[in-house]
């Protein structure tokens, strides 16, 4: 707390004391009041990044939103984040395996997952580096045929040859 005689006229993070210039003696200013104002915003909204990541990982672009959604403006949502990333806190590319992950083994084409990773805001680049990464290389046809041979062993032999086929071909079919 910044104390002007005896009223409290800011919070400021303690780390930010000395670079902010505040000291016994120092004149309160409104440009002194605005930065301090700043430091705390930027440092609250860096808390509640950590918190909301702490639930869940997301991406840089998709924790921006979320500090905004809860009432931080967006220069202060996105300075946060940057700094979050610049600290190793927001990492896309660790959140865009988890997710690409999520959906291979639900069995999501390529382009599906590709297309959700860069609605979450991961690069082109990471995007095609992740997927490529997951699949171990693999085309869509080799892990459909994969997935298929799995199915078809799990089948009881005494089946028909069509109600296999027809099983192996729903088992197939994406899942939403």
């Given at each position: 707390?910044?104390?002007?005689?005896?009223?409290?006229?800011?919070?400021?993070?303690?780390?930010?004391?000395?670079?902010?210039?505040?000291?016994?003696?120092?004149?309160?200013?409104?440009?002194?009041?605005?930065?301090?104002?700043?430091?705390?915003?930027?440092?609250?909204?860096?808390?509640t990044g950590?918190?909301?990541?702490?639930?869940?990982?997301?991406?840089?672009?998709?924790?921006?939103?979320?500090?905004?959604?809860?009432?931080?403006?967006v220069a202060?949502?996105?300075?946060?984040?940057?700094?979050?990333?610049?600290?190793?806190?927001?990492?896309?590319?660790?959140?865009?395996?988890?997710?690409?992950?999520?959906?291979?083994?639900?069995?999501?084409?390529?382009?599906?997952?590709?297309?959700?990773?860069?609605?979450?805001?991961?690069?082109?680049?990471?995007?095609?580096?992740?997927?490529?990464?997951?699949?171990?290389?693999?085309?869509?046809?080799?892990?459909?045929?994969?997935?298929?041979?799995?199915?078809?062993?799990?089948?009881?032999?005494?089946?028909?040859?069509?109600?296999?086929?027809?099983?192996?071909?729903?088992?197939?079919?994406?899942?939403?």
């Open positions: 707390f910044v104390k002007v005689g005896d009223k409290v006229v800011a919070k400021v993070p303690f780390a930010e004391v000395e670079k902010l210039g505040l000291r016994v003696g120092a004149s309160w200013t409104s440009r002194l009041a605005q930065t301090c104002e700043q430091a705390f915003n930027l440092f609250s909204a860096k808390e950590k918190k909301i990541l702490a639930i869940k990982g997301r991406t840089a672009q998709q924790l921006e939103v979320k500090l905004t959604e809860k009432g931080v403006s202060i949502a996105r300075q946060a984040v940057e700094e979050l990333r610049r600290d190793g806190v927001v990492k896309d590319e660790i959140v865009a395996e988890q997710m690409a992950e999520a959906e291979v083994s639900k069995g999501a084409g390529a382009e599906r997952v590709k297309r959700k990773l860069r609605d979450a805001g991961v690069s082109e680049e990471t995007a095609t580096a992740t997927l490529k990464r997951v699949t171990k290389g693999k085309s869509e046809a080799t892990r459909a045929k994969e997935a298929a041979e799995e199915i078809a062993k799990k089948l009881p032999a005494k089946l028909a040859k069509a109600s296999k086929w027809r099983r192996v071909a729903q088992g197939l079919e994406p899942s939403g």
